[in-house]
C-alpha cells in the first residue's frame, strides 16, 4: 500500500511541477503596453513654429515627412555575422572590406539585446523593439508579427518586396511578399545547398525591375559556427562566398542607378554573433557585436565611416531605414536615429527626422508612464521644440550658413540627448508581468516541496490521525471552498484582464484555475493533517536530525548553500565553480572517511580509488573551460580541436571509446557494443571530425553509420525490454530459469549502455574522454560507496550533486550559447522536430542523466531495496532536490524581473531550470513506471518440450 500511495504522490507532484513551472513562465512572458496600430503620415505632428518667447505650435508650412534618400532596397542578413567577420584585421570579405576602407560606406558596430537568436533579433532589426527572453522558446515556432513595424510600412507604402532565405520572416510576415521562398533554420547540419537556395534567386531578380525592397536572410555561416566554431575552415570560404554575392548586388544596383532617379540603397547586417564555442543566445561580446554596414553609389561623393567604427544599438536600424526610405517610424520603435544617416539629409530634414523620433518615443512615455513620471523628460523635450522652432524662425531661409548650421547642430545634439533620456527610461520599464500568474507559479513550486516531504513522511512509517473517509473528505472539501473562495475573490478585485492565464475565460485559463484550487487544497489538507499529528512529526523530525551522519549533515548545508547562491547573478554566471567546490569537498570528506576505516582495519583500500577520482575530476575542471567571465581562457578541449591537433584528437577520441567499451562490458558482455562503437569512430571519421590510418567509404555526413548506431541501440533496448516482460524467451533451450530480479538489473544496463553509447555519438569528439571519465568516476565511486551503504536519500544526493558537476564538466553553462545545437542533428537529412529534441536532451543533460541512472542501478542491486520503498524514496528525493532551489529561484526572478541582468543572466538559468525539471519529471515518470511493473508482475515463463 506504501508503493501505490507513493507512486499517486510522485506523479501528483511530478505534475504539478511542470505545470507550476509552466504558469510561472508564461506569467513571467512579458506584456508591452504598445500603441495600437500601425504609424502613418496622417499621424505626423507638424514642425514646431513660435509665437512669443516660449509658446510651441504648429506652422502651416510643415515638411510631413523627410523625403526619401534612396529608391530601392536591398538588405542582406548574414546569419551569425560576427562584426570581426567583416570589420576585423583579417580581410575575409576583400570586396566589402574595400569599400569601408575607401570610405564610400557608412559602418557601425550594432550591439544587439540578449537572447541573440534569430527570431526576437529580426524583431528587433524591423520594429525596434526588443523582444524578452522568452521568446527564445517561441523561436522554434514564429507567429505573425503584430506589432508595427518597417516591413508592414514598406507595404502600406505600396512597396513590391522579394524575400529569399530563413522561413522565419515568412512566419512573422505572411503575405507581405510578392515573391519568396523560404527554407528552413533549423536544419545545422546543411551550410552549402541552404545559401545555394537564396543565391539561385539573384540573378534574375536583379535583372528584373518587379520590385522596390530585395530581403537576403543567408543561414550557411551560422551553421557552420554550430558545427565547428568561428575558427572552423569552413568560415573563409563562406565569408568569401558572401562577399561575392554582395560584390554581384553592389555591381548590378550601381549599373542600375545611372537610370534612376534615387540611388538604391544595400544594408549588409548580422542578426546576431557567434560565441567561440560557435554557438549564439547570450550576452557576451562576440554573440552581441554584429556589423551593420550601409553601402550605395550615393557614398562615392562623402566620406564615410573610418576605424574605429561608432557602436550603434541594433533597434537604432528600424527608424534610420524609415527615415531615408520617407517612411513613419513604427510606433512601438524603441531605437534612435543614426546620427551619421542623419547627414545624408538637409539640415530641416535632419531636425524634422529628429521631431518625429522624439514625437514617437514620447507617445511610447505618455502610454506606459503617468505624467508624473516623466515630467523632467516632457521638459527636456518641449525645450528641445523650442530650440528648433527658433532655428525654422532665423535660419530655415538661409540653411546652408555657417550659423545655421552651428546653430542646427544644437538642435540636433539636444535632440539625440533627450532620445537617448527617453530610450532608457521607455526600454528599462515598458514591460509588466502577469504577478498573478507568477504568484501562482510560485505557490505550486513550494506546494510540491511540501507534499513531497509529507510523501516521505508517510514512506518511513508515518499516519495520518484521521480516521474515518467522512472525515477526510470533509476536511478537503472544506479546503477546496476555502481556497476557492480566495482565488474568485482576488481575480474579481482585481480585474478578470489582469491575469489571462488564471482569470480569464478561455479553456486553458479554466484548467489552469481547476487545478490550481485542487492542488492548493490538497496542501492545506495535508497541513491540516500534519497540524493534528505535529507530535509525532516533530519526533519524526527530531529522530531525522539525531541520526545524521557528517557526510549528510554537509549534504544538506551544500545544498542549501548552492540554493542561496542562486539569489546572486554573479554565481548564477559561475554556477559550475559552485558545484566543482561541493563535490571535491564531498569526496575529500569520503576519502578521509575511507583513509580512517582503512587506518582501523588495515585491509580496505577503497580511499585509492576516491584519490584517483579526484584527480580525473580536477582534470575534467581543465577540460571545458565554461561560464561566463572565464569562459574564453584555452582549455583542453580548446587545444584538440585545432586542427593542427587532429591525429591527437583522433587517437583520444579512439581511446576514450575502446575504454567506454571496456568499462561498458564490466557490467554485461554485449558484441552489439563493440559494433557500435566502431560505428561512433567511422561517423565522425565520415563528417571529418577523425582520421582513418586507411581509406574507408563513408556515406554522406556519416548519416548511414549514425544510423546503423541508432538501429543497433533500439535492437539492444528493445530485447531487454522483451525479455523485462517475458523473462525466460532468450533462455528457453536452457535448463536454468532467468531470475526476474536479474532481468531488471540487465534492463537498467543495458538502458544505461545504450545511453552512454548515444552520448559518445552526439557529444563533439573532444568530449569523449569526458564521457569516458564520468563512466569510470560512475563505476568507482558507486562501486565503493555500495560497500560502506548509506540512506536513499543521502545517495540520490550524492549522484544529484555529481550530475550537476558533469553537466558542466562537458562545457556547458547557463548561456543558451552554449548548447550544442548540432548533437540535434546527428543521422538526420532533414528536420524533424521532435527526433531533434530528443537528441539534444540526451546531449545537453548527459551528465545528470546518466548519474540518475546509475543511482536507480545501484538501489535495486543494493541491500537498501530489501525495502520496498526505498526506490520510490530515491524518487522522492530526487524531486525534493530538484523542487526546491527551483521554487526559490522563482521567487528570486520574480523578484529582480526589472534588474539589469535580467535578460542575460537571470532569464537563462530559468529556463534551464524548466529544462532540468522537465527532464528529471520524465525519468521519474518513466522509473516508476518501470518498478512498479516490476513489483506487480510476475515472470512469464516459456517451456519448451523436449521432443521441440
Known amino acids: 500500500m506504501h508503493l501505490l500511495w507513493t507512486t499517486i504522490a510522485i506523479v501528483f507532484c511530478v505534475s504539478l511541477q511542470v505545470l507550476g513551472v509552466s504558469i510561472f513562465i508564461r506569467g513571467f512572458l512579458p506584456i508591452k503596453q504598445v500603441v495600437a496600430g500601425h504609424a502613418s503620415h496622417h499621424d505626423a505632428p507638424p514642425e514646431p513654429s513660435i509665437s512669443g518667447p516660449d509658446a510651441v505650435r504648429g506652422t502651416n508650412s510643415t515638411i510631413e515627412l523627410s523625403k526619401p534618400v534612396f529608391g530601392r532596397l536591398v538588405l542582406v542578413l548574414i546569419d551569425a555575422l560576427r562584426w570581426d ?27 544587439a539585446q540578449p537572447p541573440t537568436v534569430t527570431m526576437p533579433r529580426v ?9 524578452g527572453f522568452v521568446d527564445v522558446i517561441l523561436n ?36 507581405s511578399f510578392k515573391e519568396s521562398d523560404g527554407t528552413t533554420s533549423f536544419f545545422v547540419s546543411d551550410y552549402t545547398e541552404v545559401d545555394n537556395n537564396v543565391t539561385r534567386h539573384l540573378e534574375p531578380t536583379l535583372a528584373r525591375s518587379d520590385w522596390d525592397v530585395l530581403i537576403l536572410h543567408y543561414l550557411g555561416l551560422d551553421h557552420i559556427g554550430h558545427i565547428g566554431g568561428p575558427s572552423s575552415p569552413l568560415v573563409t570560404p563562406k565569408l568569401e562566398e558572401m562577399d561575392a554575392v554582395l560584390t554581384k548586388i553592389y555591381t548590378s544596383i550601381e549599373q542600375q542607378d545611372a537610370y534612376s532617379e534615387l540611388p538604391s540603397l544595400l544594408v549588409l547586417c548580422g542578426d546576431h554573433g557567434m560565441s567561440e564555442a560557435g554557438s549564439h543566445g547570450g550576452a557576451s561580446p562576440s554573440e552581441t557585436l554584429t556589423p551593420l554596414i550601409l553601402l550605395s553609389s550615393k557614398f562615392k561623393d562623402i566620406k564615410g565611416s573610418l576605424f574605429p ?12 531605414l524609415a527615415v531615408v526610405l520617407g517612411l513613419p517610424i513604427p510606433q512601438n520603435s524603441l531605437g534612435i536615429v543614426i546620427p551619421e544617416v542623419l547627414n545624408l539629409l538637409p539640415m530641416r530634414q535632419r531636425l524634422r527626422a529628429l521631431q518625429l523620433n522624439s514625437n514617437q518615443l514620447m507617445n511610447l ?32 531661409t538661409t540653411p546652408s550658413s555657417i550659423a545655421s548650421h552651428e546653430v542646427g547642430n544644437k538642435v540636433i545634439d539636444k535632440y539625440l540627448s533627450i532620445l537617448k533620456l527617453m530610450q ?26 511540501f507534499i513531497i516531504m509529507v510523501a516521505l513522511f508517510y514512506t518511513s512509517g508515518g499516519q495520518i490521525p484521521i480516521d474515518t473517509q467522512i472525515s477526510k473528505m470533509f476536511y478537503f472539501g472544506c479546503c477546496c471552498l476555502a481556497t476557492l473562495t480566495v482565488h474568485v475573490t482576488v481575480c474579481t478585485s482585481s480585474g478578470s484582464d489582469t491575469s489571462p492565464l488564471m482569470c480569464g475565460r478561455s479553456l486553458t485559463a479554466i484548467f489552469n484555475s481547476a487545478v490550481f484550487v485542487i492542488s492548493v487544497a490538497v496542501a492545506v489538507f495535508f497541513q491540516i493533517s500534519v497540524f493534528i499529528s505535529r507530535n509525532i512529526v516533530k519526533n519524526h523530525i527530531l529522530s531525522f536530525m539525531r541520526s545524521l551522519s557528517t557526510l549528510e549533515i554537509f549534504l544538506l548545508l551544500g545544498s542549501d548553500a548552492h540554493t542561496i547562491s542562486l539569489m546572486s547573478s554573479s554565481f548564477v554566471e559561475e554556477e559550475h565553480q559552485t558545484w566543482y567546490l561541493l563535490t571535491m569537498t564531498l569526496l575529500v570528506g569520503i576519502c578521509a572517511k575511507l583513509m580512517a576505516q582503512s587506518i582501523v582495519d588495515r585491509k580496505s583500500e577503497d580511499y585509492k580509488s576516491i584519490v584517483l577520482i579526484l584527480m580525473i575530476c580536477r582534470l575534467l575542471r581543465s577540460w571545458n573551460q565554461t561560464g561566463i567571465k572565464w569562459a574564453d581562457l584555452p582549455d583542453i578541449g580548446d587545444w584538440l580541436v585545432r586542427p593542427e591537433n587532429v591525429t591527437t584528437l583522433s587517437s583520444a577520441h579512439l581511446m576514450s571509446l575502446v575504454a567506454i567499451y571496456i568499462m561498458l562490458s564490466s557490467l554485461q558482455f554485449s558484441p552489439m557494443n563493440l559494433l557500435t562503437v566502431v560505428f561512433i569512430y567511422l561517423y565522425r571519421h565520415a563528417v571529418g571530425n577523425v582520421l582513418l590510418p586507411v581509406s574507408v567509404p563513408s556515406s554522406y555526413k556519416g548519416i548511414v553509420e549514425a544510423r546503423i548506431v541508432f538501429g543497433l541501440l533500439v535492437l539492444k533496448l528493445s530485447c531487454a525490454i522483451i525479455q523485462f516482460f517475458i ?20 534492463l537498467i544496463n543495458v538502458f544505461y549502455e545504450s545511453f552512454i553509447l548515444l552520448a559518445a555519438l552526439l557529444l563533439r569528439p573532444h568530449n569523449t574522454p569526458v564521457v569516458a571519465m564520468t563512466v569510470f568516476i560512475q563505476q568507482k565511486l558507486i562501486i565503493t560507496l555500495t560497500k560502506h551503504p548509506l540512506k536513499a536519500w543521502s545517495l540520490s544526493l550524492v549522484c544529484f550533486w555529481m550530475g550537476q558537476a558533469a553537466f558542466y564538466n562537458q562545457g556547458n553553462s547557463n548561456s543558451i550559447a552554449s548548447i550544442d545545437l548540432s548533437s540535434g542533428y546527428v543521422g538526420l537529412d532533414s528536420h524533424d522536430p521532435a527526433f531533434v529534441g530528443v537528441l539534444l536532451l540526451v546531449s545537453t543533460n548527459f551528465g545528470p542523466v546518466s548519474w540518475m541512472i546509475i543511482l536507480i542501478g545501484s538501489i535495486m542491486k543494493s541491500s537498501l531495496n530489501k525495502h520496498q520503498v526505498a526506490v520510490p524514496q530515491a524518487f522522492l528525493s530526487l524531486m525534493l532536490f530538484r523542487a526546491f532551489p527551483l521554487a526559490v529561484y522563482t521567487i528570486v526572478v520574480a523578484s529582480q524581473r526589472y534588474h539589469l541582468f535580467i535578460w542575460s543572466v537571470f532569464s537563462p538559468k530559468l529556463l534551464y531550470e524548466a529544462m532540468h525539471s522537465c527532464v528529471l519529471a520524465v525519468f521519474i515518470m518513466l522509473g516508476i513506471a518501470f518498478y512498479v511493473i516490476g513489483h506487480y508482475t510476475r515472470p512469464i515463463n516459456i517451456r519448451i518440450s523436449k521432443r521441440d
Open 424 to 449: 532608457l527610461k521607455v526600454s528599462a520599464n515598458i514591460t509588466r508581468y502577469d504577478i498573478h500568474a507568477m504568484i501562482c507559479g510560485i505557490v505550486l513550486c513550494f506546494e510540491v516541496i
Open 85 to 111: 567577420f567583416v570589420l576585423g584585421e583579417k580581410r575575409r570579405m576583400p570586396f566589402v572590406r574595400g569599400l569601408i576602407d575607401r570610405g564610400q560606406s557608412l559602418s557601425f558596430i550594432a550591439k
Open 309 to 320: 567604427y561608432d557602436e550603434v544599438q541594433q533597434i537604432d536600424m528600424a527608424p534610420s
Open 123 to 131: 524583431k528587433a532589426l524591423t520594429s525596434g523593439t526588443i523582444p
Open 365 to 396: 512615455m505618455k502610454q506606459n508612464f503617468n505624467p508624473a513620471e516623466f515630467e523632467d523628460v516632457t521638459y527636456q523635450y518641449q525645450h528641445a521644440l523650442q530650440m528648433h522652432a527658433a532655428w525654422l524662425h532665423e535660419y530655415s
Open 727 to 746: 523473462p525466460n524467451i532468450f533462455t528457453t533451450f536452457q535448463k536454468l530459469k532467468t531470475n526476474k530480479k536479474s532481468v531488471e538489473i540487465r
Open 140 to 175: 522554434v515556432d514564429s507567429k505573425a508579427m503584430l506589432e508595427d513595424n518597417i516591413i508592414y510600412q514598406l507595404e502600406a507604402a505600396g512597396k513590391k518586396m522579394h524575400f529569399f532565405g530563413d522561413d522565419t520572416w515568412l512566419r512573422l510576415f505572411p503575405d
